[in-house]
Structure formats: C-alpha cells, structure tokens
C-alpha cells in the first residue's frame, strides 16, 4: 500500500521506517526542510538502537522516502497517518494546533478517497473534529474516512514494539477503514482490536496513565517498606508472579519521566475533569511521582550531611536507558535540586550527553563514570544503563573521595556493595 505519515518525529519515523519493513511504500513528510534534508542522508535525529540501520536501507531500496510537501504525498498515497506531536499547553491538555494545521492541508489536497488516521495521542472526540475539519475544508466533493490507530511504542526498543505489538488498536466508522487498515497490518501477528473512534482514543490514555500508576504505586510501596524494614524489590517480585498484576512497570525509582507518561497523565486528568469527573487518582499518581525526585535528593542530604561544595557524580541523564531523550527526565530536576543546595556536578551519559548540553547549566561532562567519579564524593545513579550496572567498582572505590553510592534504580545488591566496603543507599530496601 502506499502510505504518507505527516510528522517524523519519533512516532512518525519508527512508523514510516516499520510500514517499509512491511513492504508498503511510505512517504514521510515534515514541513522542517533541514531535518528532511538530513533524513535524505540517512540522519535520525534522535538515537533509537536499529532506526538509522533501518532508514537507510529502505531509503535505499526506494520503499521509503521523505518530502516537505503535504499536498503530493496526499495525492500520492491511500492512507495517510498524522503523527505531528501534540505538546502539552500551561495547563496540561494537549496542543493540537499542528494537528488543525495538516488536517487543513490534506483536505486540500484530496482528489479521490483517502483514509486519515491519527496516529498521534490525542484527545477524546479529536476524530470528530478532524472528520468535521476535512469536511468543511476539503476542495474536492470526494469520500473519505478518517480512523484512530494509538501507537504503543517504547521509546528504545520502538523498532521490536512496532513489529512486535501486544496488540494492534483500530477505531473505524466504516467497514472500508476497517478494512484498509487490517490489510496494512496484516504481516503482523497480534491481536487486532476494532473499536469506535473514541474508544480507540481512550484506550491509549487509559494505558499510559494505567502504567504512570503502576509505577507511582509500586514507589508509595517502596516508602513502606522502607519504613518497615521490607525490601521493594522481592515485594514486587511476589506480587508480579501474580498474573494478575504482572511484574514490569513495578520497578521503584525516581519516577517515571519521558515526554509521554507525564505528558498522557496530565492530559487524561484534564480530559476526564472536562467531561465532568475528577480523577483524584490520577492526580495522587502525579504528586507521588513528583515527590519521588525530591526524596531521592534528601536520601543524598541524608547521606553527605551537607551537600553545599559536594561533588556528585551522576551517572544518567536521559529520561531512560537506550535514548538520547531528555524530555521530562528526572536528571533535569534532580541536578538543579542539588545545584540549588550548593552542589557541584559532574554528570555522564552513554548518548545523551549532547542533548543535555543544551538543557543542563554548570555541570562537567564526563566521558564516562570514571571520569565522573573522580574525586567526588558520592556517586548518584540516575538512569539504569547497562554501562553502569557493569562498571568497575573496585576502581570506582578508588576514584571517589568517600566510598558512596546513592542509587535511585535498584541497580547494585546491597550486600554485595557493603561486602565491598561502600556506604549503599538505594530504594525502598534497607541495608542490613
Ligand atoms: C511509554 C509507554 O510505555 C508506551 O507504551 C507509550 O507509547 C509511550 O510512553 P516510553 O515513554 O518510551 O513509553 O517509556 P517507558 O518505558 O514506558 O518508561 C517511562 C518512564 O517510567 C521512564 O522514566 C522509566 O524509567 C519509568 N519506569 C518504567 C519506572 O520508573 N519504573 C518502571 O517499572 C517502568
């Protein structure tokens, strides 16, 4: 089939390379004429493992190609995906300015039925108002239909998701739709649901803030076991064994970051107080998490005693391993919490330290941890990478100035880390 996908950013680009894996032909549109021209040289601008592999060869074998022109890819395709971002306003709902703006420019460039699906988060009954915009706007008198289709994506294993779903969700109004888009998925093994439209835009909120509060839950559980002298980490390995509830998304941290879970959070509370319920419970999952940030920098008080003219080395920027994505990462706050009480930075990354750049005032950038480490007097873990759940740490030991670890991901064992001789201070278990 052929496909435009309006928007490249991450959703947009991991789905436009993924429908050439599945041997449609996609066309990529972006109205950002720099970042089309880098696409056309094979450049992401952002780092996912596989992508850049993925663009390139089938940019190279002609199945997928990018353009700034909304109106030829239109005319040129028989589905058309929207996936331009919808950042959050001041107040939490979405902006869907952009969403107005291409939806304008397709109904424009319409000459005989199409299918539009919107494939970016957004609001419920935002298919409404798209079927009403095209209606009103479109210069030709020709059908079309327009479709939900949420994208469940994870950011660094986005490739493996898209081809790998747990399931695929459709909201149609027409058995046409339904039909186009079950043939565009049909190489894909997983359930497929077929919902209305609203549905379809409820389930992907629903999901998000579902995951927020698993997370949130599991880390007002740490606060207990803290408390108690329990440890978070079995506690969640034997309430996960329960089918039930499942054990990812109950691991106790720092809280959850990313430009999707605390952005579909907000959004659902807003859309849900708009059509007249509070979801106080949302709103708990929220203050938890915020508060996660906050206690994690008073365990390192806690621990250093006084934090003004302290180094801390932090290992982690990105809002999770395996992504360059700064976007509404705990590392943000954490830094300027610590910087506000007098505390002198040296942060590393494995990726993410160019983007960081831009975002993060008077901090070192380190190489890698031992560099960080070196001469600080406590290191933070900020984000689970691999590269520090391997590092060295009888060199570790030796380049700090005091043998202490605050670990806001639960990477080390605490009696193993003790045996060595550091001072371990993690989440929601107790050292013994
Ligand atoms: C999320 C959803 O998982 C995905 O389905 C949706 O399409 C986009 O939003 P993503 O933002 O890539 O994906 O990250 P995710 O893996 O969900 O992690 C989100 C945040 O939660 C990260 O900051 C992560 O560190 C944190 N997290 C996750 C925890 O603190 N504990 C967990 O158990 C799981």
Redesign the pocket.
């Known amino acids: 089939m052929k496909i435009a996908i309006i928007g490249t950013g991450y959703?947009g680009l991991v789905t436009g390379a993924c429908f050439a894996e599945l041997k449609h032909r996609v066309v990529c549109v972006d109205n950002d004429a720099s970042k089309v021209r880098a696409l056309k040289m094979f450049k992401v601008p952002f780092y996912e493992p596989g992508l850049e592999e993925m663009v390139r060869r089938h940019a190279r074998n002609g199945r997928l190609s990018f353009s700034t022109q909304i109106s030829s890819a239109v005319k040129n395709s028989d589905v058309i995906f929207i996936a331009v971002g919808t950042p959050p306003k001041e107040n939490g709902e979405a902006d869907l300015t952009g969403i107005e703006s291409v939806v304008r420019a397709i109904a424009t460039s319409m000459h005989s039925y199409r299918l539009i699906v919107e494939k970016s988060?957004v609001p419920v009954d935002t298919g409404r108002r798209v079927q009403h915009t095209i209606e009103t706007n479109k210069a030709k008198n020709v059908p079309f239909d327009v479709a939900s289709n949420?994208?469940?994506?994870?950011?660094?294993?986005?490739i493996h998701?898209f081809l790998h779903p747990d399931r695929i969700v459709i909201g149609v109004e027409s058995a046409r739709a339904e039909k186009i888009l079950r043939q565009l998925y049909a190489d894909i093994p997983a359930p497929l649901i077929v919902t209305d439209i609203k549905s379809a835009e409820l389930i992907?909120h629903a999901?998000?803030s579902f995951?927020?509060l698993?997370?949130s839950y599991?880390?007002a559980v740490a606060r207990v076991c803290e408390a108690a002298g329990a440890d978070v980490e079995r506690v969640a390995e034997g309430m996960g064994l329960d089918g039930r509830i499942g054990r990812?998304?109950?691991?106790?941290?720092?809280?959850?970051?990313?430009?999707?879970?605390p952005k579909?959070l907000d959004a659902f509370v807003g859309i849900s107080q708009k059509l007249g319920y509070d979801f106080g419970l949302l709103k708990e999952a929220k203050k938890i998490n915020e508060s996660q940030k906050e206690l994690f920098v008073r365990k390192i008080e806690n621990r250093l005693w006084n934090i003004k003219n302290k180094t801390i080395a932090v290992c982690g920027l990105s809002?999770?391993?395996n992504?360059d994505?700064m976007r509404?990462?705990?590392s943000v706050d954490i830094i300027a919490l610590l910087q506000q009480l007098g505390a002198r930075i040296r942060a590393c990354d494995p990726q993410a330290t160019k983007k960081a750049k831009g975002l993060l005032k008077d901090v070192v950038f380190c190489r890698d941890v031992y560099e960080a480490a070196r001469g600080s007097d406590c290191l933070i873990i900020v984000?689970?990478w691999n590269e520090f759940k391997e590092m060295d740490l009888k060199r570790i030991k030796k380049l700090l100035k005091q043998p202490i670890i605050i670990d806001g991901?639960n990477i080390f064992d605490p009696a193993l880390l003790e045996a060595m001789g550091f001072s371990y201070v993690c989440i929601g278990r107790t050292s013994k």
């Not at 949420?150 to 660094?156: H, K």
């Not at 109950?250 to 970051?257: E, K, R, S, T, V």
């Open positions: 959703v988060t949420p994208e469940f994506l994870r950011e660094g294993q986005a998701d992907k999901s998000n995951l927020a698993k997370i599991i880390n990812t998304f109950l691991d106790a941290g720092i809280g959850f970051g990313g430009f999707c879970l579909d809002f999770k391993p992504t994505d509404f990462a705990p984000t689970e991901r």
